[in-house]
């Protein structure tokens, strides 16, 4: 005898849940049934070599005028995208990251599975495409890749070997040859991605209305000073704690702690929170990218560190380096520190010399 669910046959559980085991999937569909409407949302991610035009693109997306001039990404840059896709809308949200080789190293961080990359060309000499794809093969998981060869104005003779390319990383989905300053090619892209995003296969997973809720709030509420919306300028807003995500996840009715981690797991692919599980003993939920490549940022190019020729004792520095100088810097609590000190660990960015003592090879 086989087994017969009710309705619709096949409502796909996300793997995770499954991994958990008989109880888990049995709490996901228990949660189900009060209401679910199916993720829709996804990131898109733009990555190569700075000034290929990853900014450029973001810009024909939105039906901007590029004008030979864009001033250089600093950072990173989210813009929000919405697509109609039938009854339901799309929303796409663009990671645009800034090009400053230092900078290279922080976006690692945010390199996500269950995403969508569009990696931008142009034909440079010594563009190293490979260099990107394998970047992306292990951190984006099986995410679907767009290679776009840009400024195909000015470098009209540029290929890939796109067969070579192809086999090799799977997730390839296809090249578009275009120039964002002349428009040619991008009508034909912009179609092309509209149906990639329809594409994504975890936008159709069901959401359960308590994960929405958990979603929503902790995009939209400030989670220390609950009565106000988040702001660039609340020094809470910038992360939370481990305790408060799992209050708001008690309060939306998610107190099973494996589903808990699964809505984590998803809402950092989303871009959402930035949490990394497997970084022992952290238990910060970054909330706000930019706090989080800003602090790396300093401690790397420090003048401190260039002073001790890459050496880094995290207890006595880091309370200079990541001091409040102006209004406007991120607030650093130092209880935080040790978290950018695995951070960079994970990322290899530093080296443990000893017990106190950390080699950060790019401040050499
Ligand atoms: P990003 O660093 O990857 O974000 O690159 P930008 O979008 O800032 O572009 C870098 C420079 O190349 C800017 O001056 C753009 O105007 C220019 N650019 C972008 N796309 C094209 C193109 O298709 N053709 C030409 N000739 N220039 C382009
Ligand atoms: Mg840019």
């Known amino acids: 005898k086989g087994i017969f669910l009710q309705g619709n046959p096949f409502e796909n559980p996300p793997v995770e849940i499954i991994r958990n085991g008989r ?3 049995i709490n996901y569909f228990r949660s189900l049934e ?6 829709n949302e996804v990131k898109v991610l733009l990555v190569g070599e700075g000034s290929a035009g990853k900014t450029s693109l973001v810009k024909r997306v939105f ?11 600093q950072g990173i840059n989210i813009r929000k995208w919405t697509v109609k896709n039938g009854d339901w809308e799309i929303k796409a949200n663009f990671w645009d990251f800034g090009g400053q080789e230092i900078m290279h190293a922080t976006h690692q961080f945010f390199l996500s599975k269950r995403s969508l990359y569009i990696l931008v060309l142009d034909g440079r000499k010594d563009e190293k495409p490979e260099y990107w794809l394998k970047l992306i093969e292990n951190f984006g998981g099986d995410s679907p890749v767009l290679v776009v060869i840009n400024k195909i104005d000015e470098n009209p003779a540029f290929e890939l070997n796109r067969k070579f390319l192809r086999e090799k990383y799977r997730s390839i989905r296809g090249f ?16 092309i991605l509209v149906e990639e995003l329809k594409a994504v296969k975890h936008l159709e997973i069901k959401w359960p209305k308590s994960w929405f809720n958990v979603k929503s709030r902790v995009e939209k509420i400030c989670p220390t000073c609950p009565s106000i919306e988040v702001s660039d300028s609340c020094e809470h807003c910038n992360f939370i704690e481990y305790n408060e995500y799992k209050t708001i996840c008690d309060e939306e009715g998610i107190k099973n702690e494996s ?42 190019n420090s003048k401190e560190i260039a002073e001790s020729r890459g050496v880094l004792i995290p207890d006595v520095m880091l309370p200079v ?6 209004e406007t810097d991120y607030y650093y609590p130092p209880y935080q520190y040790g978290f950018f000190v695995s951070l960079m660990k994970k990322f ?3 080296y443990d010399l000893d017990n106190s003592t950390v080699l950060l090879p790019a401040s050499l």
Do not use: M
Not at 269 to 298: M, S
Not at 321 to 326: F, R, V, Y
């Open 23 to 25: 109880e888990a999937v």
């Open 34 to 39: 009060d209401g679910k409407e199916p993720l």
């Open 63 to 73: 039906g901007e005028e590029v004008d030979g001039n864009e001033p250089q990404t």
């Open 176 to 191: 578009y040859r275009l120039s964002c300053k002349s428009g040619e090619g991008t009508k034909d892209f912009l179609n």
């Open 259 to 300: 589903e808990q981690n699964t809505l984590v797991d998803f809402l950092h692919d989303l871009g959402i929170i930035l949490h990394f599980r497997d970084i022992p003993l952290l238990n910060t939920y970054v909330l706000e990218p930019q706090w989080v490549t800003n602090a790396v940022y300093k401690i790397v």
């Open 321 to 326: 380096i990541l001091k409040q100088k102006t």
């Open 348 to 350: 290899e960015l530093s």
